[in-house]
């Protein structure tokens, strides 16, 4: 059951973006776009099984510190693109059948390439974590295989899903819901890669005092004033510090316990639902001040210039 929660929820976030652009190029009369659309999608395919036999077959696969500043930068950038599509939507969101020709014209000319980039980065980032997954299931194990298969088909049939039900909504609805939703998508995109960047090292925990007595840290929380013990001996105490460092800068934790297997609940932010939420909107049950920040100025940035570039193209458009 694990294997096909994990394959459908990697599945579902890329199909979720694919079948929003889709649609999106389809309403708005842009056949030539819709094959960048494609050719992105092919083009991370083929590079997420070439990548992902690279690093397991020379590199020990994406580990440690260096997956995590992988997963930080290709999110980072991703959330960058895909605002950029997000603007774009806001200045043709009023566009009448008229003007769906020029609009074409002007997406395959200013954004054709950002289409192609923002579906190969969805769909590699999505691909890569999928095949690695299904990479550390053992040969010998084919009933764990058969789950990771129908969680990949069932993510493929959500993302089925808003092809047809986004034909079905007036151009003009469609963009706003689904700017709505990708400005959270893109904000919790940023965060994600803001945590992944403070996970590899990158950028450095805002974090409480930490003190060494006697083979023990004592760190207090820049926020809230607890105090917590770590014991270290020689070999560990890198990584036993860096430990301390982000217990004492994280905001609040609501994540649950672990259960009793060592499996996550349902509402942790690596369990089911939680992982879920996690990739699309960044959510985290233990944030630091830094990703808080992060995710709130993201929506508020992205909502104001989305708003103010919607009303001065209505403005233009009714000159």
């Known amino acids: ?58 590199a020990g696969g994406f580990e440690g510190n260096s997956s995590k500043i992988f997963e930080g930068i290709v999110m980072i950038f991703a959330a960058i693109i895909l605002s950029t599509m997000i603007f774009w939507m806001a200045r043709n969101k009023n566009i009448t059948e008229n003007l769906k020709n020029k609009a074409s014209k002007a997406l395959l000319s200013k954004f054709g390439y950002g289409i192609f980039v923002l579906s190969f980065i969805s769909v590699f980032r999505e691909g890569v974590e999928t095949i690695l997954f299904l990479y550390a299931v053992p040969t010998n194990q084919e009933a764990s295989i058969f789950p990771s298969l129908f969680g990949g088909f069932l993510g493929l049939l959500a993302g089925y899903a808003v092809f047809v039900q986004g034909s079905k909504i007036p151009i003009k609805k469609f963009f706003n819901i689904t700017s709505v939703f990708l400005i959270f998508v893109a904000s919790g995109m940023l965060t994600y890669g803001v945590h992944e960047l403070e996970s590899g090292g990158v950028i450095p925990y805002f974090s409480g005092s930490v003190q060494e007595v006697d083979g023990n840290l004592y760190v207090s929380e820049r926020i809230g004033g607890d105090t917590k013990k770590f014991s270290f001996n020689d070999t560990n105490k890198q990584a036993v510090k860096k430990d301390a460092e982000k217990w004492s800068s994280r905001l609040w934790d609501i994540n649950p316990s672990k259960n009793n297997d060592g499996t996550y609940p349902m509402f942790h932010d690596k369990g089911a639902f939680g992982g879920l939420i996690k990739g699309f909107f960044g959510y985290n049950g233990d944030p630091s001040l830094i990703e808080l920040l992060t995710w709130l100025i993201s929506i508020a940035g992205l909502n104001l210039l989305w708003r103010k570039i919607g009303d001065d193209a209505k403005r233009k458009e009714s000159k």
């Open 1 to 58: 059951m694990a294997n096909l929660i994990i394959v459908f929820r990697e599945v579902l976030e890329a199909s979720l973006i694919i079948g929003i652009l889709y649609t999106y190029l389809k309403k708005s009369g842009n056949n030539l776009s819709i094959k960048m659309l494609w050719s992105g999608v092919v083009a991370a395919i083929i590079a997420s099984i070439l990548c992902s036999f690279l690093f397991q077959k020379f």
